[in-house]
């Protein structure tokens, strides 16, 4: 069947999955009523400082710039769009270009769909105004001077990706970050700089119960003023977070133990000369009655292939030498083909059962 309409603008004969709107094909349409009633002018304002972007009257978090630009073109769309146009999507937002004094333009894909059900892509353009200034968090900030310096470092030496994420995590809580004036991470930590005594020590306090980690503050005079009576400073609070970890080997009472979980502030251990295990307060750490044994090296691994009532026959994984083991009390459930690590202290050589990814 043919159509017998025709667009009044074009004289295209018409679609007829795509039906005249007011005697208009889809794109004359387009063409003839446009897709808004005036020219899209948006006014974009920036912290210079953290990055937060003010929207409807408040600040927000900081998004990317691409999206900063979509909310603001879809509000602004939402009001001046042409009867019978609808807006589907901002699809993607071009580089801005200056055309100075703060203003740029910058060109949106749109797509957008008509009365007659038509989907059309349109590139239009985009002017806006970047105003960059300071939001009134950063402002409060800027006008604070630190009294307090929280330092967060590792007895590993350095903090890895997940301690440093764990950190920023609680500095962005509320109660904590309106209190922070500076963050710098370093090669070592982070330090945060932190304008209230009480507030930073409720952060140390946070990551020590949470992390079991040790905290030591100290002191240091800035001046004492008369007047008040009162000693004014700096407090630094030193916030070490542990290391341990399964397979790590240690020392008990001079006794080597080898590290098989860390689970909420203690530790569970299993002594290398008897094979008995024992659970520790990670406190025990930070006080040095457990540490680290720097003299213990780790060995070969090896499989069991045999054993009798006091001895266990093993075999080394790579060397193929068999080596012949006391059979301990905690060793009485070991089966043929059960993996040991073995570890060396000056001359003596202790098994240790190898530990499975859920076992201990
Ligand atoms: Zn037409
Ligand atoms: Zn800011």
Not at 51 to 64: A, H, T
């Amino acid at each position: 069947m043919t159509s017998s309409r025709y667009c009044v603008r074009c004289g295209r004969p018409e679609n007829p999955e795509e039906p005249l709107i007011n005697g208009y094909c889809s794109d004359c349409y387009i063409d003839h009523v446009g897709l808004f009633d005036a020219q899209p002018v948006l006014s974009v304002t920036i912290c210079s400082r953290c990055g937060s972007w003010y929207y409807k009257g408040r600040w927000w978090e900081p998004l990317s710039f691409e999206d900063i630009i979509r909310r603001l073109f879809l509000d602004w769309a939402e009001k001046h769009l042409t009867d019978g146009v609808e807006l589907v999507e901002v699809e993607h937002v071009g580089k801005p270009v200056s055309r100075g004094h703060g203003w740029y333009d910058v060109v949106l894909s749109l797509s957008i769909v008509l009365v007659n059900n038509a989907v059309r892509r349109r590139d239009i353009d985009v002017r806006f105004k970047l105003t960059k200034t300071v939001c009134p968090r950063c402002l409060k900030k800027a006008g604070k001077s630190f009294n307090s310096l929280v330092q967060f470092r590792s007895t590993r030496g350095y903090l890895t990706e997940e301690e440093k994420s764990y950190i920023r995590e609680k500095l962005s809580a509320h109660g904590i970050a309106e209190e922070v004036v500076e963050i710098i991470e370093n090669r070592q930590g982070i330090d945060v700089k932190m304008s209230d005594h009480t507030v930073a020590r409720r952060l140390a306090g946070i990551v020590s119960r949470e992390r079991s980690a040790h905290v030591k503050e100290t002191f240091k005079l800035r001046r004492y003023d008369p007047g008040r009576g009162r000693k004014e400073g700096v407090i630094t609070l030193s916030v070490r977070l542990h290391d341990i970890a399964p397979g790590m080997v240690m020392e008990y009472e001079g006794r080597p133990c080898v590290v098989i979980g860390v689970r909420r502030g203690r530790v569970l251990v299993e002594f290398l000369d008897n094979g008995e295990t024992a659970e520790f307060s990670i406190d025990l750490f930070w006080r040095g009655l457990l540490r680290r044994n720097e003299k213990l090296v780790r060995g070969g691994e090896y499989t069991v292939v045999g054993y009798d009532s006091s001895m266990l026959y093993l075999v080394n994984d790579e060397t193929g030498e068999i080596v012949e083991y006391p059979r301990l009390v905690n060793l009485n459930t070991v089966k043929v083909g059960d993996k040991f690590v073995s570890y060396r202290v000056a001359d003596k050589t202790y098994m240790v059962r190898k530990r499975g990814g859920g076992d201990g």
